[in-house]
């Protein structure tokens, strides 16, 4: 290999040498910490909420008049529903899982603590949320009919203890490595006088409605609990399960069933469980494509770089190169030394380039949240310059080794 | 001799044409991505009410149990109903508003337009003064009708023509939720980006309530608070009697202080408030309240946030990138006309000659840019406003940053032509006259 004449050429134009590098150095930074960024957006829109999503939807309807006697009215909700053809299943419950509104209350692993354990979405139905949103239990047992508190409209939460089912996020978070956690007490709020609730199931998953990120839930978009509550309100939630296929059509019946005209009701929300996630993970989907475009143009524009600054130096080497040729040198070798130069010169600016983006994840981490730029995305960065850096060099080289020999005895 | 060098210049331009256009092409995308990323950020991070902004303050206490304190924590955001209450009684400020979020029932009668929900706000007659609230017809209801709790209503200018077509609707009565209130102003065409008064609730670029309720009448309806409710400690008082006892936080305030003095007259006053309502048995942390006017409020709620912060960072990153890259094919130019610039400094130009022909060349090549970077900004903004921003209508580009994009465009390209200018400056006219 001609490592050492391509050097000393190379010393001999530092001005290109530190153009082409620089900019795959702030290429390389960029592209490997947007690349993380992406990843981690992209994992956190597609993470599992442990629903049934493609068969759940949602439905809230208010009232434009009193509501007399708000049990009798979810009761005959309820009935109507179940009735639906394709519905499987129906629940009143206080909120939807990723629909970005809802409650949530500290919970404590012992009474009396002074600090709270965790926040956890608090999720209220007397009917079974497992069935309705086709959560999996893994421990324990749904909550039986004798287990159902009624609260009264405006009413207080009663008193404990009262059982609650929980999510295994939640396990894992207030209690670490608990093995036996059904029959557990936990407890709402800190200090002496928090309620106490026992552990009767543990589920796989159920997200909160905020997914990941808000509200102190920082890390924590799987911390929910269950309670048995049905509560009396004149703006009831409703969550149905349908069977494969039956999904629109049990919308648009559920909403006809549900508002009718005089029947003193107004719509609120009536949305798919698809369509919650959309609409929770919209912004960060249109981050991801903002970033993906950006970077798919900085690429664009650094390989045009490269291949711009080597079709000059072969221009510029005309006359060597015919030498070369003339001296015995193969179009093939011609064509390895454009490729080696071009793999030194990109090399010298991944290995700044690494710097810099270590750099500029210290940003980045600061900012969002993140922990440090794992290796395996950087080495992708680095894999993916050098790339289409001999991607971009193949031209010059090969319009080079083109040259003729004749070149030579010719002036230029 | 400039036009003789903007002359040389496009036509050397229109020599290499490629060349030229990818210049200006990848200018113009570092410079497009960057104002566009740029834009967003000054949108958001643009003061509402420039002239008023440092008048208006939004008072914090910490109303919170010994359990979970950790000191250091700032007050939550929103007010209790108790302390709203007191702070609204002491009447301390020139002048002061509390809101908090609706979302009531609107029937208009109208057997075409069944009943509707409609996004809402409870608030004073203060708000509409604070806040500079522009009015289409009529205006806010008086004062004394607020205190008596009466039914009246100021109705946004969308939800007006919604209802009445574009005739004027001040006197009509509105049934919300089930009762009758006369309309007693239409706000017009009013959107203030960020939506600084309400950030808690409906985010910072969020359009206006359509229906403002009096406070007094919204506490009197029950109605609950549409938005953000924080609650320390448990209460077990049954209704909403029991509701507005709690600690619980909900209401948002904002109180206008004209002066330095009558700021530090209510940092003071928030201070023995503290102490008086501990001597009543409440607020048991130690002293904990803050006072912020508007801008430090936009930030303290981050209105930028980290994505759009780090949005503008790397497009600025892709600017960087973009400027070497010109800086290389500039080069690369240059360095083929080493055989004219050594047959005109032969023929006695100086260096400072050289120097200026290809510094009003890159010139060119940077306002070019400036457009083509002007034409992606236009686009690019359009797409955030659409995709990123809800189609807000907000992300839109003025003249300063019309000419911020030029200049920027501008800026750049001199830059990037500085090594290559100095490079071709530094040609020595023999050499290159020997080699020919």
Not at chain 1, 264 to 292: K, P, T
Request: charged share 20%; glycine share 10%; aromatic share 10%.
């Amino acid at each position: 290999m001609e490592i050492k004449p391509i050097l000393s050429t190379l010393m001999r134009n530092k001005t290109g040498v530190f153009v082409i590098a620089a900019q795959v150095a702030l290429t390389l930074a960029i592209v490997a910490n947007v690349f993380y960024i992406v990843r981690d957006r992209l994992n956190e829109a597609n993470r599992p909420s442990g629903v049934d999503e493609d068969n759940t939807f949602m439905i809230r309807v208010g009232a434009y008049r009193p509501v007399i006697d708000p049990f009798a009215d979810s009761a005959r909700d309820l009935a109507a529903l179940r009735a639906i053809p394709g519905v499987i299943h129906v629940a009143e419950a206080n909120q939807m899982p990723l629909s970005q509104s809802g409650n949530n209350s500290g919970v404590s692993a012992a009474r009396g603590q002074q600090q709270i354990s965790s926040s956890a979405a608090f999720y209220e139905s007397g009917d079974s949320l497992i069935d309705a949103l086709g959560l999996k239990l893994v421990a324990g047992r749904d909550f039986a009919a004798a287990d159902v508190i009624e609260i009264a409209a405006g009413g207080p939460p009663p008193e404990g203890p009262y059982p609650v089912i929980v999510t295994q996020a939640l396990i894992d978070k207030v209690f670490p490595g608990e093995q036996q956690p059904i029959g557990k007490a936990l407890y709402l709020g800190t200090g002496p006088n928090a309620d106490e609730m026992r552990i009767i199931g543990v589920v796989a998953a159920l997200t909160t409605p905020w997914g990941r990120a808000s509200w102190g839930l920082a890390n924590a978009g799987d911390v929910s609990m269950i309670a048995p509550f049905r509560r009396g309100t004149d703006s009831p939630l409703y969550i149905v399960r349908t069977e494969p296929g039956a999904l629109d059509g049990a919308m648009k019946a559920a909403e006809s069933l549900l508002v009718t005209p005089g029947n003193g009701r107004v719509l609120g929300n009536n949305r798919s469980m698809n369509e919650l996630r959309e609409r929770r993970y919209r912004g960060d989907r249109f981050m991801v494509g903002l970033m993906g475009t950006m970077t798919g143009l900085l690429l664009v524009v650094t390989a045009s770089g490269i291949l711009g600054m080597a079709s000059l130096w072969v221009n510029q080497r005309r006359k060597q190169i015919g030498v070369r040729r003339a001296l015995g040198a193969t179009r093939f070798d011609i064509v390895r030394y454009y490729l080696t130069e071009n793999f030194i010169v990109t090399g010298i600016g991944i290995v700044i380039g690494i710097g810099l983006a270590f750099a500029l994840n210290a940003v980045v981490a600061s900012e969002l949240g993140l922990e440090r730029l794992p290796l395996p995305h950087l080495l992708v960065g680095v894999v993916l310059l050098w790339v289409i850096g001999q991607l971009a060099a193949y031209a010059p080289a090969r319009r080079a080794s083109l040259i003729a020999p004749a070149t030579a005895t010719r002036s230029v | 001799m400039f036009r003789y060098y903007l002359k040389l210049g496009t036509r050397s331009l229109r020599r290499n044409p490629f060349l030229t256009a990818l210049m200006v092409l990848i200018l113009g995308f570092g410079v497009g991505t960057s104002m566009t990323a740029f834009t967003v950020m000054h949108v958001l991070g643009g003061d509402p009410m420039p002239h008023k902004s440092a008048r208006l303050f939004v008072p914090q206490l910490d109303n919170g149990s010994m359990e979970g304190y950790t000191p250091g924590d700032d007050p939550d955001f929103q007010l209790s109903y108790i302390d709203t209450m007191n702070l609204l009684k002491d009447a301390r400020g020139k002048e002061r508003t509390a809101i908090y979020g609706l979302a009531p029932t609107i029937d208009s009668g109208r057997a075409d337009l069944p009943p509707f929900f409609e996004p809402g706000l409870a608030t004073m007659a203060s708000f509409f003064r604070m806040f500079e609230v522009p009015f289409r017809y009529g205006g806010a209801w008086d004062e004394s009708a607020e205190r008596e709790g009466a039914f009246v209503v100021v109705i946004s200018r969308e939800l007006s023509e919604r209802l009445y077509g574009d005739t004027d609707p001040t006197g009509k009565q509105l049934r919300i939720d089930d009762r009758d209130y006369r309309i007693s102003g239409v706000i017009d065409d009013w959107r203030p980006v960020p939506k600084f008064y309400r950030l808690l609730g409906t985010g910072a670029i969020s359009p206006i309530e359509h229906v403002f309720v009096p406070f007094q009448n919204a506490i009197a309806r029950e109605w609950r608070n549409n938005g953000w409710t924080n609650c320390s400690g448990s209460s077990r008082e049954p209704g909403f009697a029991g509701f507005l006892k709690a600690e619980c936080n909900w209401i948002q305030y904002w109180v206008e202080l004209p002066d330095a003095q009558s700021v530090s007259e209510y940092r003071d006053y928030l201070g023995a408030y503290h102490a008086e309502q501990q001597k009543l048995g409440r607020m048991p942390r130690p002293a904990n309240f803050a006072l912020r006017d508007l801008r430090e409020w936009l930030a303290f709620n981050e209105v930028v946030d980290a994505d759009t912060r780090l949005q503008t960072w790397i497009a600025f990153g892709f600017l960087l990138v973009c400027l070497v890259n010109v800086i290389g094919l500039l080069l690369a130019k240059f360095t083929a006309r080493g055989g004219e610039i050594g047959v005109r400094r032969a023929l006695g130009a100086t260096r400072m000659e050289i120097v200026r022909q290809y510094l009003v060349e890159t010139v060119v090549i940077g306002a070019f840019g400036g457009m083509v970077g002007l034409g992606l900004s236009y686009f690019g903004l359009a797409i955030v406003d659409k995709y990123g921003l809800g189609e807000a209508g907000i992300a839109r580009m003025d003249v300063s940053l019309l000419f911020a994009t030029v200049a920027l465009a501008v800026v750049s390209s001199v830059l990037a032509g500085l090594l290559p200018t100095w490079r071709a400056a530094q040609v020595t006219p023999a050499m290159q006259l020997k080699s020919q």
